[in-house]
C-alpha cells in the first residue's frame, strides 16, 4: 500500500532518502567485494613469490586473513622432544627449564607428565620425582 502524502511532501522525501542510502549501500559492497577480490589476488602473488623465494609468507595471518588472536600461543608443542631433553630422573620444576614451556600451566605439564605415564615412558619414583624408561 503506497504512503499517503501529506501536504509538504514529507513521506516522499523520505522514499527520496531511503533510495539514495540503497544505492550507497549497494555500490559500497560492490567496492568491498572488489577490494576483498583484489585482496585475495594479492595474498596468491605473496604466496608465489614466497614458493620461489623459498621464505615462508608473512606471518601473524590464517586462512581468512585476520590477525591470530592471544600472545602465549605459539603453536603445539612436541611434548616428546620435551621429555628427550629431560635427565634420566626429573621433576616437574624441571619441565619449565626447558625453552617453549616456561608460560605453559601447571595443568598443561601435569598432563603431559600423565600421557608419559600412560604410554609407558616415565615411571614415578616418588612424589614429583619421575623417571625415563
Same mark, same amino acid.
Given at each position: 500500500m503506497p504512503a499517503r502524502k501529506?501536504?509538504?511532501g514529507v513521506a516522499s522525501a523520505? &522514499?527520496?532518502v531511503q533510495d539514495q542510502a540503497r544505492n550507497l549501500l549497494s555500490n559500497l559492497r560492490k567496492e568491498i567485494r572488489a577490494k576483498e577480490a583484489e585482496l585475495l589476488r594479492l595474498k596468491d602473488e605473496e604466496m608465489s613469490l614466497? &614458493?620461489?623465494?623459498g621464505s615462508a609468507p608473512a606471518k601473524g595471518h590464517g586462512a581468512g586473513g585476520a590477525p591470530r588472536r592471544g600472545g602465549v600461543g605459539r603453536g603445539r608443542i612436541d611434548w616428546r622432544a620435551i621429555l628427550e631433553q629431560l635427565p634420566k630422573q626429573?621433576?616437574?620444576a624441571q619441565i619449565r627449564e626447558i625453552r617453549g614451556v616456561k608460560d605453559k600451566r601447571p595443568s598443561e605439564i601435569f598432563a603431559a607428565i600423565t600421557r608419559w605415564i600412560d604410554a609407558g615412558m616415565v615411571k614415578r619414583k616418588d612424589r614429583g620425582l619421575y623417571e625415563r624408561v
Open positions: 501529506n501536504a509538504d523520505f &522514499r527520496q614466497s &614458493r620461489l623465494t626429573f621433576k616437574a
